[in-house]
């Protein structure tokens, strides 16, 4: 974040020479990235199926469309990056259109239509070529490769070392939500509308968007299900949520460091935790949460682009230096406003609150609201509404409003003042640091505040507000955060840019660059002694209470805080000055990197105990997955499985922790019933409040599942057959309830047995 904020801003026409170095960032990028995939052993065949399903099938149609609704160029960087954005979004409508039809073998020609009317249309031809980008800096196109290099290694380290494609041992596991996604990923392969995988016939009432996503790939390029969830995707998606921030930055502020430096706060920069992150009290950000839920990752993508997309349209200020979409960017927020709300339930209204908070603020301040927010508002609105009421079928999933004022994590029962305050600066210090730019941004802007900040001011405090305001069984309410969060950093970054510039130490004087290598050698030294100090003093959390997660984090932040004002006295006394005015520069910097330990802290958990050693991680023994392969590669996907196995244990007392998600995963099948407790009807009805336990909604049905294992008859199984569509009997004999009974062998012909399951043929 340290260029010269005017490098490059009038079109260029470099040397051949030059164009060709100008890639050379992205090569060494894209050379990581296979080191890494071919570190966890994924097969060069699904590396090279999946990257020509990324330019065939995102990059080539989606950056022709966006070439086509934006009005003038900007850099390639942006072309291929909203492009890619735009192609998820058009794979969405082809998958939809395509299952609805019965045409999904036909999937893959959706590309060659878009590429054929952009061909045969004059007007349309001439976005084949572009001439006239803006040339992005060299030291920004390596800052974007180092920040997505040292993202790759830590996906590595945490997530694709040890999360087996396909387990080869009795002994691996998953953490849990990774197979049932994966089965969400299968249905959406198989069938539309979407329905429950573990309880065949329930609908599926959620946001889909991203396992659609996935299906396309699988579809598309042919490569397995396993290796696009387990492998491909997730990094393909983070490398594009830092590319997004990096253009949206850029395209908000007119400075192109100021979308490095969100991507680093992002990506790069942790929590300020000093701790495991598993004891973090209000989630985490990127780390973890970017692998484990998929769904988040995939909607950063699309979510950033309307944060940049939101910007240009309504908030766009005098003097910017990017050109602006025109009209064709309200095509392209209609789009990104439905692909938010199908990708993730939080990500839209943030963004409809930051919208709410600008037009407050341009009516206290102008008397009037102005027709690109109202109009902007009215989209999201109208977005939002057909996902309420089409994607979800206006089901809650269990979140609730929370009562602000009653016990509660946030607002404990006899804390009073001094513990909500205590709660809010244990936030703000394991949180909020990264976001410390946004007040400096809203102190040096002063009365010139923009509708760009006030924008993203607004969207930020929407996310926390609704964070505080909604409550949900699963902590889903945790994702507004996340959501808010694109809103804020590019503010932070942002800010720190602009006391950068009057520091001067942007300019490119022999002083300016001299402070800038002092700052770069200085941060890093920084960040190596903060990582010492983790290494050396952070240990096994000592505090006991409500309060517990809150003590190492406050308790550090006392510590630098207290060499803060040591280092301030000092700065004040030596009077020199080359120090003068920057000060307040160093010491935002320290604030912004303090979280630098972050990622590697959970990498270094991570190399000995996978998901950090703190999340449910399930068995996954290789015998199970085999088995269920096998039922894939010899069933229809129309096919419906009933299995004995639901619960991952039983209690003492007999209640089911019901989720098992294994069979519905690896088969990519229907199952009568397997795990309910991830469906959205056992949610709402209360799922997670009675710990894991909740009951199975339908107990004659489960009842007449369970008995043809336990208890077979012919009756039982010609019910199963005609009543319910049940195909295949998947019987796990070391689930909860015991084996099958030794009758079934003689009412259904086995045809499968491994010495662990055993799958009997109906009909």
């Known amino acids: 974040m340290s260029a010269p904020a005017d490098i490059a801003t009038e079109p260029t026409a470099p040397s051949a020479r030059a164009a060709l170095s100008a890639w050379v960032p992205a090569l060494a990028l894209a050379a990581v990235a296979l080191v890494v995939l071919r570190a966890a052993r994924t097969p060069w065949w699904d590396i090279a199926g999946y990257a020509g399903y990324l330019a065939y099938a995102v990059l080539l149609p989606g950056t022709l469309v966006f070439r086509a609704l934006r009005r003038s160029p900007h850099t390639l960087l942006e072309d291929l990056t909203y492009g890619a954005v735009t192609g998820l979004l058009l794979e969405i409508g082809a998958w939809a259109a395509s299952s609805a039809t019965g045409l999904r073998s036909w999937l893959w020609a959706w590309p060659l239509l878009v590429a054929a009317v952009f061909a045969a249309v004059p007007r349309l031809r001439r976005h084949w070529r572009v001439r006239g980008y803006t040339r992005v800096p060299a030291a920004v196109a390596w800052a974007v490769a180092a920040i997505g290099a040292g993202f790759l290694a830590y996906l590595w380290v945490v997530f694709l070392r040890p999360t087996p494609v396909l387990p080869t041992g009795e002994d691996q596991g998953l953490y849990i939500d990774l197979p049932f996604q994966l089965s969400l990923a299968g249905e959406a392969k198989h069938h539309f509308p979407t329905h429950v995988p573990q309880v065949a016939g329930e609908p599926l009432h959620y946001h889909v968007f991203t396992f659609a996503h996935q299906a396309t790939a699988s579809l598309v390029s042919g490569v397995d299900l396993t290796s696009i969830v387990f492998r491909l995707d997730v990094p393909a998606l983070c490398l594009a949520a830092i590319a997004a921030l990096v253009v949206t930055g850029w395209r908000v502020s007119g400075r192109p460091w100021v979308g490095v430096g969100a991507a680093a706060l992002t990506f790069t920069v942790g929590e300020f935790g000093f701790s495991d992150p598993v004891t973090f009290p209000f989630g985490t950000i990127a780390t973890f949460i970017v692998w484990s839920s998929q769904s988040m990752t995939y909607s950063w993508v699309l979510l950033i682009a309307v944060v940049g997309v939101l910007a240009d349209l309504v908030a766009r200020g005098p003097g910017h230096g990017v050109p602006a979409l025109g009209r064709g960017g309200w095509v392209l927020y209609a789009l990104l406003a439905v692909g938010c709300v199908g990708a993730k339930a939080s990500s839209l209204p943030v963004a409809l609150g930051g919208l709410a908070v600008l037009g407050a603020w341009q009516l206290l301040t102008r008397r009037r609201v102005s027709r690109g927010v109202l109009l902007a508002f009215g989209i999201g609105v109208a977005a939002q509404l057909f996902g309420n009421a089409v994607l979800f079928a206006f089901e809650t999933h269990g979140m609730t409003v929370r009562a602000l004022w009653g016990p509660d994590r946030f607002y404990p029962e006899g804390g009073g003042a001094a513990a909500v305050a205590g709660i809010a600066l244990g936030f703000v210090a394991i949180i909020g640091l990264r976001l410390a730019g946004l007040p400096v941004l809203l102190r040096l802007r002063g009365r010139r505040l923009g509708d760009a900040e006030v924008l993203l001011t607004g969207g930020l405090a929407a996310g926390i507000g609704a964070y505080l305001v909604f409550a ?208 959205p009807r056992a949610t709402a009805q209360g799922a997670f409040t009675t710990g894991v336990y909740t009951p199975f909604w339908d107990a004659g049905l489960l009842a007449l599942n369970d008995g043809a294992f336990a208890a077979p008859s012919a009756d039982t199984l010609a019910r199963l057959r005609t009543e319910h569509g049940v195909r295949w009997l998947l019987a796990d004999r070391t689930s909860a309830d015991g084996p099958e009974s030794g009758d079934l062998a003689s009412l259904a012909p086995k045809v499968f047995d491994n010495g662990r399951v055993a799958i009997y043929r109906l009909g």
């Open 472 to 679: 949900h069984p699963g902590d889903g309410n945790q994702y507004f955060i996340r959501a808010g969060w694109m809103f804020g950093v590019v503010a932070s970054a942002w800010g720190w840019a602009l006391l950068a510039e009057r520091a001067r130490v942007t300019g490119p004087g022999h002083d300016a660059r001299q402070w800038r290598g002092w700052l770069v050698f200085g941060g890093c030294l920084y960040g190596l002694g903060l990582l010492w100090a983790q290494f050396a003093f952070a240990g096994p959390n000592p505090a006991r209470g409500a309060f517990a997660p809150l003590v190492p984090a406050l308790s550090w932040l006392a510590v630098l805080a207290t060499v803060a004002l040591v280092a301030g006295l000092w700065w004040r006394a030596v009077r020199r000055p080359q120090l003068r005015g920057r000060g307040g520069l160093v010491l935002l910097t320290a604030v912004l990197l303090a979280g630098l330990p972050g990622l590697v802290m959970e990498a270094r958990t991570g190399w000995t105990h996978p998901n950090g050693g703190g999340y449910v991680f399930v068995a996954m023994p290789a015998s199970r997955v085999q088995a269920a392969r096998w039922l894939r590669a010899h069933s229809d996907p129309d096919d419906v499985v009933a299995t004995n196995s639901h619960c991952l244990y039983r209690t003492a007392s007999g209640a089911c922790d019901s989720r098992s998600f294994w069979i519905s995963a690896y088969a990519e099948r229907r199952v009568l019933v397997e795990g309910w407790l991830f469906a």
